[in-house]
């Protein structure tokens, strides 16, 4: 059903403009233009400089890289306000223009599914970089790629990172009733299994004060030592986690990316350290990385999270991808990225025939001071 939906508004915003594919007007006599449409929403990106300073750093990069060879390469941002509707208004903007190569993007969910459709249809390439669910690559497209872990995959991460701790050993479960973070807490589920760590009780997220009261108590009667929070909206994390902490300062927090959020860590600074999450970022350790950070710093006079280099990776990969093989048409990129992956400053990308990223293990982040940090490994 969204699948027609999203194909029938995309005609109709298309109908006698371009159609539904743009493919046509990809790198035919030579064009070497290559503009990347950045969807999401401003929230994100203005409660952390790094998404945005790790796009810019990647299309200076790629234009003094490959200006001299003729080629251009810009970005434009779509805000998609983790709306529906204005999703779908981005959507058709970015499906109509025959300029546009590739769209980078989005953190919301609720527009991801659409957006899939939307624009494998139209024959551009998307390339996640917060989430995707796994469901979304049952659906055979030829130009989605998630370059990020899915949810299942962070929630076994985080379950085997909690059965190798002497102090957690009684969880309790709290997540949004929504299905990606039903997804990540089965994942969670499956990782315990087989080992001394226990979850005592799951609860769905309610705005019921008498409830959450009630919830809190049977915890504290359960002897829980552990909350595992995987929330849709960041509000909802952290308005669990004051709740918790208030009543146990000491207890441990496991939780997903919906705590990623620098602006919320700092207004909740006596709360929210040592909070764990499985990080949806394929990064892994490396002087590359250490020297990019570097780099940044000088640049911004600022300290860079892991999204700068997420960014930095998912926007180059397109550039240079299109770059290396000489075209710019959307699926020539998307058959190569499939064929060879990509080796970027975070490591080394490879996809699935689905387009879902392999090879690669989600890693244990920490809360300290407003900001995640890798734990030592």
Not at 247 to 272: E, H, K, M
Not at 340 to 359: A, N, P, S, V
């Amino acid at each position: 059903m969204k699948r027609f939906l999203a194909l029938i508004l995309c005609a109709l915003t298309l109908l006698g403009v371009t159609g539904c594919d743009s493919s046509d007007a990809a790198a035919e006599g030579g064009d070497k233009n290559i503009k990347i449409a950045i969807l999401d929403t401003e929230v994100v990106f203005e409660a952390d400089d790094s998404y945005i300073n790790g796009i810019t750093m990647a299309i200076e990069d790629l234009n003094e890289l490959y200006g001299d060879e003729g080629y251009t390469i810009s970005y434009e941002f779509y805000e998609d306000g983790s709306v529906f509707q204005t999703g779908m208004e981005a959507l058709n903007q970015i499906s109509a223009d025959p300029s546009i190569t590739a769209v980078v993007g989005t953190s919301s969910l609720n527009i991801l599914d659409v957006a899939a459709d939307v624009l494998d249809s139209a024959g551009k390439l998307l390339v996640t970089y917060y989430s995707a669910p796994d469901s979304l690559f049952e659906n055979g497209y030829a130009s989605v790629f998630r370059n990020c872990f899915g949810e299942s995959d962070l929630g076994t991460a985080i379950a085997s990172y909690a059965a190798e701790q002497e102090d957690i050993r009684r969880v309790a479960i709290y997540h949004s009733d929504t299905s990606y973070e039903r997804n990540m807490v089965r994942g969670f589920l499956r990782g315990l299994e087989g080992t001394g760590t226990q979850v005592v009780d799951v609860a769905i997220t309610t705005p019921v004060e008498d409830e959450l009261d009630a919830m809190l108590d049977k915890w504290q009667v359960l002897g829980v030592d552990t909350v595992f929070v995987s929330q849709y909206l960041g509000e909802d994390a952290f308005g669990i986690l004051r709740r918790v902490r208030h009543r146990n300062p000491q207890i441990n927090i496991l939780g997903d990316f919906s705590f990623d959020y620098t602006d919320f860590l700092l207004a909740a600074a006596d709360v929210s350290d040592d909070i764990y999450i499985a990080t949806p970022i394929p990064l892994e350790p490396s002087e590359k990385v250490d020297d990019f950070y570097t780099r940044y710093r000088e640049k911004y006079g600022a300290e860079p999270t892991q999204w700068a280099i997420q960014l930095y990776d998912s926007v180059r990969m397109i550039g240079d991808t299109a770059v290396r093989i000489g075209s710019t048409d959307p699926q020539d990129i998307a058959q190569a990225l499939r064929k060879d992956g990509y080796k970027g400053i975070g490591g080394t990308i490879t996809f699935d025939d689905q387009g879902r990223l392999t090879g690669r293990t989600p890693r244990i982040m920490v809360s300290k001071d407003g900001m995640f940090s890798y734990i030592e490994e």
